[in-house]
Structure formats: C-alpha cells, structure tokens
C-alpha cells in the first residue's frame, strides 16, 4: 500500500508556496497560564477561506492531467473542505461540483456556492453525502478530491508543521484535531521527520470518536451531531488510519462543554474566531492538564467558519456559567408606578441572586428590565392584567 513520506510534503511546501497563506505561529502568555504549558497558537482560520482545507485541496488539483482539469473535479464535504476545493478550482479555472450533507451549516454552503461550485445537497449525514458523491463523480467522469483520504491532500495538510516548527521551533509537542485523519497523518508525517522526538496527539469528540475507538479497540457508537461538525466523521480513512496507528502518540476526547468553553476562551482571550474543531486542542489541554505540563504545546486553530447565531449561543451560556449573566423572571400588575416599585427592590434581589460582589461592582447601570410576555395562566389583580418581565444583568 502506498503511504505518505516526508519529501511529498516538502514537495507539496513548493507548490503552495505564494498559492495559501503562511498563517502566524503565535505564543499565548494567558492560555499557557491556564494550561500549566507552553502554548503555541496556529491561526489557519486566517486561510481566505478560514480553515487549513484548502491547503490539501490545492495540492491534489495543482498535480491534475490537463484531461483531468477539462473534466473538473468533485468533492463530498461538511463545508471547509467543500469551500477549499471551490476557491481554488475557480482560481485555476476547473468546473467543480461540490456534495455537501443537508446538516452541513448554511455560512459553509452559502460561501461554497460564492466560488462558483455546483453546490448539492445529498444525504441526511456524511456518509450518505459520500455515496451520492462517489455515484456521481463515476457517472460524469470528475476527479475526486477526498477531504482525507488521499496522500496529496494529507501532503497539503502536512506543511502547517513545516511552518509551525519553523516559526517556533522550541515546540515539542503537537495536539491536532482528527475527522477523518488527513491533517493529523500530514503533520505527523513531517514533524517526526522533523523532529524525531516530538509528541503528537490527536482529539476526537466524545460523540464522534471512530479513531479513538480504532485505536483503544474499543467500540463506541457516533452521535447525531456535535458543535465540532467539521470533525464528525464516523470512520477513519483506509489510508489514514495506519498512518495514525504509526505516527501518533495518543488520541483524547473532549465534550461538547469542553470545546465550547475553548471557543469562548479563544475569543476572550486572542481575540480571534474558530469554530467547534477549531478549538478541540484547546479543550483538550484544559481537560488534560496533566498530560501536557510543562510541555511547549503547538495547537492547530483549524477553522473559523461558525454560524454566528450558534456563537452567540455559546457566548451567551458562558457568560452564565462564569456569572456574568443573570436573569431574573416576575410578575407585576400592569398598571403605573408598578415597574418603579420593581426597580426600588432590584438592588436587594441582585445582591441575593449573584452574590455582594458581583452586585456591588455592577450597581444598577448595567441592568436592563423590558417586558417579555402576558400571563394568562395566573389570575390578576383587580381585575387588570399580569405581566411577566425578564431582567438581564452584566455585573462590572
């Protein structure tokens, strides 16, 4: 069986060189605190397309026949993948159809059909998406490009470690997010020739852990969805898995609280954007703290692309978690002077619901009262209507 080698990534270095963004290879001072390690962020959701797809992508299309390029090229994806390989064939002028799963979220469809592609959506998971797409390529002649399974687009994938150790070369140790395995195989594959002596480990989520599982020999069923879409794959490559087996020191889970408090984090804290995959590293050192100690760990942001209504959900459920969030629901007849009687015994009831503190940091200027809905259920008062009024609170 073929596999993949460390001259196929510099080679494939060559070629995307000028073609994909060299993204920076940064230290975080505040994330290494938190981590009790050394921390080295990747910012690949700074690709155009903001995710490392395109990488392989471009480095499969650029080694097309010219017959191959005619014909044009398919690809099956959740969405980074489908946008890579759109972007870039509309670049080097291929016809591209691309297959996308109908949970695929609707920014990464929306983006694919902007480069052009024949966007279709097939198939109730991605598996099901993988079928129709494999029919289809067959039918009209097009060159697949698999988001995973392939020794170039593994090869594109491994240069993000060509970089990483270049920009910082102190790192020891890598934490990468596995799917199918592309990325991690690449990368794997070029800092062990790199640097021989290098820990590698991937994570998986606890709903989708098909490598994980391979690996511990131990079966456990994929859930229906995950906040890490981009890595809810329920089976590793042929090709990729052994390369796994043979160049990763370990695989870690990581749940759905995990990889939303690494989102949050990576907001707050870097200021930068990622969706749930892109943040799977980050959880991981936080729920593995003692596995990484002292370790100078590189971490691969592999993708931005996030609804912004699923953001502002996990913003929203983070600032409760952490107490920064308070609301208040109650009743008061609707009649005048009844809001005032309300406002006079806020200070009180904030002080109670979230502590002296927080309550005396924030004083009053940041409450917010707004009428939510009328209670029909309960009886009024003399005869005039109930209203249920919800309070929202930002303490400091």
Avoid at 219 to 225: H, I, K, L, M, V
Wanted: aromatic fraction near 4%.
């Amino acid at each position: 069986m073929s596999t993949l080698h460390f001259d196929d990534i510099r080679a494939a270095a060559v070629r995307l060189r000028g073609q994909v963004a060299d993204t920076p290879c940064l230290h975080s001072r505040t994330l290494s605190q938190m981590c009790g390690c050394e921390v080295y962020l990747k910012f690949e959701n700074h690709q155009f397309t903001a995710s490392f797809k395109e990488r392989g992508a471009l480095n499969k299309m650029a080694q097309l026949s010219e017959a191959e390029r005619a014909r044009g090229v398919l690809a099956v994806s959740a969405g980074n993948h489908a946008q890579g390989v759109a972007y870039h064939a509309q670049r080097m002028g291929l016809p591209a159809t691309i297959v996308m799963p109908r949970f695929a979220p609707t920014v990464k469809v929306e983006n694919t059909r902007r480069f052009g592609a024949e966007v279709l959506t097939l198939g109730d998971t991605f598996d099901d998406a993988r079928l129709h797409g494999l029919q289809l390529a067959e039918a009209r002649g097009l060159t697949l490009v698999h988001p995973y399974d392939d020794l170039a687009v593994m090869a594109g994938q491994g240069t993000i470690a060509l970089e990483m150790l270049a920009a910082q070369p102190d790192i020891d140790t890598l934490v990468v997010a596995v799917g199918g395995g592309g990325l991690i195989s690449g990368m794997a594959t070029a800092a062990r020739a790199l640097r021989p002596g290098i820990q590698v480990f991937g994570v998986q989520t606890e709903r989708f852990p098909p490598v994980w599982s391979a690996l511990h020999n131990e079966p456990r069923d994929c859930g229906q969805a995950t906040i890490a879409d981009g890595i809810a794959v329920k089976s590793p490559g042929a090709l990729t898995l052994p390369l796994i087996r043979e160049r990763v020191d370990g695989m870690l889970l990581v749940g759905e609280d995990d990889i939303e408090q690494g989102i949050l984090l990576l907001l707050e804290i870097e200021k930068t954007v990622v969706e749930g995959a892109g943040a799977v590293g980050l959880a991981a050192l936080l729920k593995h703290r003692e596995r990484f100690a002292g370790r100078k760990v590189g971490l691969v942001l592999c993708g931005g692309n996030i609804e912004p209504l699923v953001l502002a959900e996990i913003i929203q459920r983070g600032m409760v978690k952490s107490g920064r969030l308070v609301r208040l629901r109650f009743d008061v007849r609707d009649v005048p002077g009844s809001l005032a009687e309300v406002a006079a015994a806020l200070p009180a009831r904030l002080h109670h619901a979230v502590g002296g503190a927080r309550a005396d940091r924030g004083g009053g200027a940041n409450t917010r009262c707004s009428p939510c809905r009328t209670d029909s259920e309960q009886p009024a008062r003399a005869g005039l209507p109930r209203r249920t009024h919800r309070l929202a609170r930002l303490p400091g």
